[in-house]
């Protein structure tokens, strides 16, 4: 089964930028699967963030389009995510999903607060 395991989150002052992590093992067939970003904000409902797709496209809700940006490197089996511009309301765990499988990551803590 693929796992995934996010890294790079950690405490942010606002107007900061991040880059996160997510890297897959036992996933032979990584470079055809579409890849997610999800995130959680405490007492909200997990959130869609972005995707990448098989050909490298990415996609974002509205809501988030411009301080996002997601990308993937197939020959390492990663994919990142770049947050700029940090806000105090983008503080959540952020997640890592393989589409493909509907596998998660646990996950990495980013906290924006000066």
């Known amino acids: 089964q693929v796992q995934l395991m996010e890294s790079g989150g950690g405490l942010v002052q606002p107007g900061g930028s991040l880059r996160l992590t997510c890297a897959a093992t036992n996933s032979p067939y990584f470079d055809i699967h579409a890849m997610d970003w999800y995130r959680q904000a405490p007492g909200k409902q997990r959130e869609w963030v972005a995707t990448?797709?098989?050909?490298?496209?990415?996609m974002y809700p509205d809501s988030l389009k411009g301080r996002f940006a997601i990308s993937r490197d197939n020959a390492k089996k990663l994919v990142y995510l770049q947050i700029n511009t940090l806000t105090p309301e983008d503080t959540a765990t952020y997640f890592c999903r393989d589409q493909n499988q509907d596998s998660w990551g646990q996950g990495t803590l980013v906290t924006v607060a000066s």
């Open positions: 990448i797709t098989i050909g490298g496209n990415p």
